[in-house]
T-cell receptor, first 115, second 115 residues
Framework: AQTVTQSQPEMSVQEAETVTLSCTYDTSESDYYLFWYKQPPSRQMILVIRQEAYKQQNATENRFSVNFQKAAKSFSLKISDSQLGDAAMYFCAYRSSGGNEKLTFGTGTRLTIIP | NAGVTQTPKFRILKIGQSMTLQCAQDMNHNYMYWYRQDPGMGLKLIYYSVGAGITDKGEVPNGYNVSRSTTEDFPLRLELAAPSQTSVYFC??????????????FGEGSWLTVV
């Protein structure tokens, strides 16, 4: 079974600075998907970014980018120019490429933005 | 764009009562899921469905039942509610193929308290 580990329960960053959230995973599969979800206090789960394992290029979405290291099984999220609205829980998640597989979540990292 | 719609948003149940959480999606997704999130934790899969008429257990199915009679709807039934079922429940859906295939989209969550 796959596991996802987020080793930073809490992180904080000054507004406008850059922060990196860590995620590692364990799998024996070669093809899969990785995601970062944001969960603000409203508890809604919002997709931030996704990465297909077969793509070597790191995904980017505006101020959000990932550092995907397949051999090391690492998938970190970098948030540039942090904004107050970025404050939330961030969950890393893994999904097999089989199509009917569930998402496996990490335990989350709570990000605080310091004005 | 409705996406994934859950009702009710909030509910208080007494121990031993039963209820159904409704979930509907209008994206023609074949996969649907129910997750629960306990305070301070990540999401755990209760049940999932790969298409109408097909359901399967996830990590924490005890105390719940599901059905999938149509592509759009995936209700979750709680029988004999217990305090351990106090949680936030998320319905989600996904499809395969396309630019966003294998991405799971979440509803806004249903907060359930059992007293």
């Amino acid at each position: 079974a796959q596991t996802v580990t987020q080793s930073q329960p809490e992180m904080s960053v000054q507004e406008a600075e850059t922060v990196t959230l860590s995620c590692t995973y364990d799998t024996s599969e070669s093809d899969y998907y990785l995601f970062w979800y944001k969960q603000p206090p409203s508890r809604q789960m919002i997709l931030v970014i996704r990465q297909e394992a077969y793509k070597q290029q790191n995904a980017t979405e505006n101020r959000f980018s990932v550092n995907f290291q397949k051999a090391a099984k690492s998938f970190s999220l970098k948030i540039s120019d942090s904004q107050l609205g970025d404050a939330a829980m961030y969950f890393c998640a893994y999904r097999s490429s089989g199509g009917n597989e569930k998402l496996t979540f990490g335990t989350g990292t709570r990000l605080t933005i310091i004005p | 764009n409705a996406g994934v719609t859950q009702t009710p948003k909030f509910r208080i149940l007494k121990i031993g009562q039963s209820m159904t959480l409704q979930c509907a999606q209008d994206m023609n997704h074949n996969y649907m899921y129910w997750y629960r999130q306990d305070p301070g934790m990540g999401l755990k899969l209760i049940y999932y469905s790969v298409g109408a008429g097909i359901t399967d257990k996830g990590e924490v199915p005890n105390g719940y039942n599901v059905s999938r009679s149509t592509t759009e709807d995936f209700p979750l039934r709680l029988e004999l509610a217990a305090p351990s079922q106090t949680s936030v429940y998320f319905c989600a859906s996904s499809t395969t193929g396309g630019a966003l295939g294998n991405t799971i989209y979440f509803g806004e969550g249903s907060w359930l308290t059992v007293v």
